[in-house]
């Protein structure tokens, strides 16, 4: 099973800031299938981004993934008020044996 | 507009099943698969299982082999989950959520408040 270890586990930033989480996996994830996840209090979890770099229809153009092997990254360029979430990262590139990293809370500073 | 609708709150004695329900709307039953994902208050996400109903194949994640059955009702465009062997640490709620075939889950339920307790 591949893990995947999410850092750093909190981060607080202000609005306008940018903001860069990271996603390391226990081996390499094929063909880049990551994706990213945005989650709110008492919602269920929003499509941002898959393929590691594509973005999800709707998705705001500050919200970017890069990254590839075992190293991934989701940075939003510009924070918003509405960003402030925890956000996961995805691998299927095992699949079906589908794995989650365990998280990144974005806060407000 | 895709849309997928589950079932509500269920408590359950310790040792009993649960059986929840997912309702899918706007074609896409047909052409994709259906994941269960579970988050326990406060915890992260964990994949439990998927079905793709028209091709009629099932995985399952190794730690619920046994446990976990997911069907499909072609006929209602539904989607079902039923764990069996309650125990505490499966209090969470969970998720259905269509997988386009990819391995990426979009749209997702609601989500299912499921509470183990005697």
């Known amino acids: 099973e591949i893990v995947l270890t999410q850092s750093p586990g909190t981060l607080s930033l202000s609005p306008g800031e940018r903001a860069t989480l990271s996603c390391r996996a226990s081996?390499?994830?094929?063909?880049?299938?990551l994706a990213w996840y945005q989650q709110k209090p008492g919602q269920a979890p929003r499509l941002l981004i898959h393929?590691?770099?594509s973005r999800a229809t709707g998705v705001p153009d500050r919200f970017s993934g890069s990254g590839s092997g075992t190293d991934f990254t989701l940075t939003i360029s510009r924070l918003e008020p509405e960003d402030f979430a925890v956000f996961y990262c995805?691998?299927?590139?095992?699949?079906?044996?589908?794995?989650f990293g365990q998280g990144t809370r974005l806060d407000i500073k | 507009q895709v849309q997928l609708v589950q079932s509500g709150a269920e408590v359950k004695m310790p040792g009993s099943s649960v059986k929840v329900s997912c309702k899918t709307s706007?074609?896409?039953?047909?052409?994709?698969?259906v994941s269960w994902v579970r988050q326990a208050p406060g915890q992260g996400l964990e994949w439990l299982g998927r079905?793709?109903?028209?091709?009629?194949?099932?995985n399952y994640a190794q730690k619920f082999q046994g446990r976990v059955t997911i069907i499909a009702d072609k006929f209602s465009d539904t989607a079902y989950l039923e764990l069996s062997s309650l125990r505490s640490e499966d209090a969470a709620t969970y998720y259905c959520?269509?997988?386009?075939?990819?391995?990426?889950?979009?749209?997702w339920g609601q989500g299912t408040l499921v509470i183990v307790s005697s």
């Open positions: 959520a269509i997988d386009g075939g990819f391995g990426y889950f979009d749209p």
């Open positions: 706007g074609g896409t039953f047909r052409r994709n698969t």
């Open positions: 079905i793709s109903p028209y091709v009629g194949t099932r």
């Open positions: 081996e390499t994830i094929n063909n880049n299938y």
């Open positions: 393929g590691a770099s």
């Open positions: 995805q691998q299927y590139g095992s699949s079906p044996m589908y794995t």
